[in-house]
């Protein structure tokens, strides 16, 4: 009886995780910032951004490989983004970074799957659909700071006590991809203007490819 509930909750929960994984980025973005007069910051970033590694593992789960895949690449992730906190080299920073990038891209290639396999456009469609869009940005900024601790000077900042904060690079990817542009951090080096204007041509570009493809599909559907 109790592996049938235990089983019947996995399975509630399998049902809802994009749902669940989108409540976890947005508390990534939203909550973290007005929490860490409570909380340190890095530490509750870090719990967050842990949640959502597992989460993405579970999500991906439609194929053993897949969560194989992911967590060989989550493991190092997570022990590197925990060990920062003990050990500060700037070697273990550059090593997290480069895995949350990969992980990330992993991710985003597994949703979109998901999604184009998908027979009828339901809630976790279109919640899947918001997560990878969400996740090629939180990817993106993790490029960004790849690219400040390799080629230090590559962005302007308002602040330069937050050029290398997480934050900071996680706002300048959100702005650039939804082409808001504030204009307060910008790119200094031709390679970091390149990175930017990639961002933004995928993100208007998936926009434009994905609603269009939803949208044919519920309408397909529904003459049936």
Not at 23 to 38: C, M, T
Not at 151 to 158: A, D, I, K, M, R
Request: glycine content about 4%.
């Amino acid at each position: 009886m109790g592996k049938n509930t235990f089983d019947s909750c996995v399975e509630a929960f399998f049902q809802r995780r994009f749902l669940i994984l989108l409540v976890l980025i947005l508390s990534l973005i939203i909550l973290s910032p007005f929490l860490q007069d409570f909380v340190q910051t890095h530490i509750l970033r870090d719990v967050f951004l842990t949640a959502i590694f597992l989460g993405i593992i579970f999500a991906v789960k439609t194929k053993r490989s897949h969560v194989i895949i992911a967590s060989i690449l989550a493991l190092p992730l997570i022990v590197t983004t925990w060990s920062y906190h003990f050990i500060a080299f700037t070697h273990i920073g550059l090593l997290t970074r480069i895995f949350s990038a990969l992980f990330f891209a992993y991710a985003v290639i597994n949703i979109l799957k998901i999604i184009a396999r998908t027979e009828d456009i339901t809630r976790e469609t279109i919640f899947a659909a918001i997560v990878a869009y969400l996740l090629i940005a939180l990817m993106w900024a993790f490029i960004y700071m790849i690219l400040e601790l390799l080629l230090p000077g590559s962005f302007s900042f308002p602040d330069k006590a937050l050029r290398k904060e997480t934050i900071s690079f996680e706002y300048f990817s959100f702005i650039t991809i939804t082409t808001l542009g504030y204009g307060d951090i910008t790119p200094l080096s031709d390679k970091a203007s390149a990175l930017a204007l990639l961002e933004a041509l995928v993100g208007q570009i998936y926009l434009v490819v994905l609603v269009a493809w939803l949208v044919g599909m519920h309408v397909s559907r529904r003459s049936k």
